[in-house]
Every structure is written in structure tokens, then in C-alpha cells.
């Protein structure tokens, strides 16, 4: 596995604002926000895609999801809404191969394709 900027950011040899850590994973602000809250939850098991997650680390999803939510409700922002993403290799817009959930919000968010119903 190749070592990316989260891991380094895990290991804390990079500074980060991290909002949320705990044995399992790390969250903090994404250094080029897409949304007025961009917050990346990354797991702290060394998986580069969802393509490699393996049967047995399903719940590290669970974990990601769970924990966006719990953001999202603890910062006052969860019943206006929000949105969570992962992005799997280049098409999918993933740019830092290992494994992270984007939690976005903070402004309404326009839906996903011209004409299109989520």
C-alpha cells in the first residue's frame, strides 16, 4: 500500500483540524472544501478503495457513516441535511487512495445530474 498524505496525517507527521478521533478512524476539515462543511472521515486500517474493503472490514464503513452522522447532529447541521460520499479510483473522482468518507454541508446542495432524482 502506498503511503498517502492521510496516513501521515493519522501518524500526525503532518498538522490537520481534526474534529473526531477516536480508535477507528480520524475526521477532519478538508484543506479545499467543496461545501462550507467539508469534513473527511478516513478509517485508520490501510484499505486504498472500496473496491479493496474485504468482507470482514464491512463494519469500517458502518464506523465511517456513524460517525458523520454524530458530526453532523453534534454541530447542529443534521436536520437541515447533509451529504456523505466516497469515491472509488479515478472515474469516481477519488484522488487519495485510501479508503474516506466526505460529509458535506452547510448550504443547500444541488442534486447529483441535470434532471435527476437522487
Known amino acids: 500500500m502506498t503511503d498517502t498524505i492521510f496516513h501521515k496525517i493519522i501518524r500526525r507527521e503532518i498538522p490537520a483540524d481534526v474534529v473526531y478521533e477516536?480508535?477507528?478512524?480520524?475526521?477532519?476539515?478538508?484543506?479545499?472544501?467543496q461545501a462550507p462543511v467539508h469534513v473527511l472521515f478516513v478509517p485508520k486500517t490501510s484499505i486504498a478503495t472500496l473496491n479493496d474493503?474485504?468482507?470482514?472490514?464491512?463494519?469500517?464503513v458502518g464506523r465511517l457513516a456513524h460517525a458523520a452522522a454524530e458530526y453532523a447532529k453534534r454541530e447542529g447541521f443534521a436536520e437541515d441535511g447533509y451529504r456523505v460520499v466516497i469515491n472509488c479510483n479515478g472515474h469516481g473522482g477519488q484522488t487519495v487512495y485510501q479508503l474516506h468518507l466526505h460529509l458535506l454541508a452547510g448550504?443547500?446542495?444541488?442534486?447529483?445530474?441535470?434532471?435527476?432524482?437522487?
Open 22 to 33: 477516536d480508535e477507528h478512524l480520524i475526521a477532519f476539515r478538508d484543506i479545499a472544501p
Open 53 to 60: 474493503l474485504r468482507a470482514d472490514q464491512a463494519e469500517i
Open 107 to 118: 448550504a443547500p446542495l444541488g442534486r447529483f445530474g441535470a434532471g435527476r432524482e437522487a
